[in-house]
């Protein structure tokens, strides 16, 4: 087997998919060694093509118009809504959004905060900034 093989046939993989987010499982067809992915994943985070948002998780990357730096294609609320969607863990919107479009508030929200069905420890993320999750509330509930 050549030199960079692997992460030739892991390139292809993640150019041929239209999902933005990967998960380090999807990428058991290409290869079932682990560790032999894990190197394979971590030359292509080097070499600009995808980010580590988490642990385990990879999302497409592209270079930025006005820093110049390597960044993930979508937004990082985005991101996250679909690596919470691949882990199988339903999600909404937060109350902060909730209140926003109901004309409630007027405060914009961030977007760095998504509602959670069940407990969830992982952090995603990407450059210092996290998303943050709050369990979803029940519309009857009273503050």
């Known amino acids: 087997m050549r030199t960079g093989c692997l992460e030739e046939k892991i390139q292809n993989y993640i150019d041929r998919k239209r999902r933005l987010v990967f998960l380090r499982v999807d990428f058991e067809e290409v290869c079932p060694d682990y560790d032999q992915v894990g190197r394979a994943l971590k030359k292509l985070v080097k070499k600009g093509k995808l980010v580590k948002v988490g642990y385990g998780l990879y999302a497409k990357a592209k270079r930025s118009s006005v820093s110049g730096k390597i ?10 809504r679909e690596c ?54 029940s519309q009857h509930s009273y503050r």
């Open 84 to 137: 919470l969607r691949r882990l199988k863990v339903q999600t909404a919107q937060s109350q902060a959004e909730r209140e926003y479009n109901q004309g409630i508030s007027t405060q914009v929200p961030t977007g760095r905060v998504i509602a959670v069905k069940g407990r969830i420890t992982r952090k995603i993320g990407y450059n210092g900034i996290i998303l943050f999750f709050e369990p979803i509330r």
């Open 71 to 80: 960044i993930p294609r979508a937004p990082l609320s985005e991101i996250g």
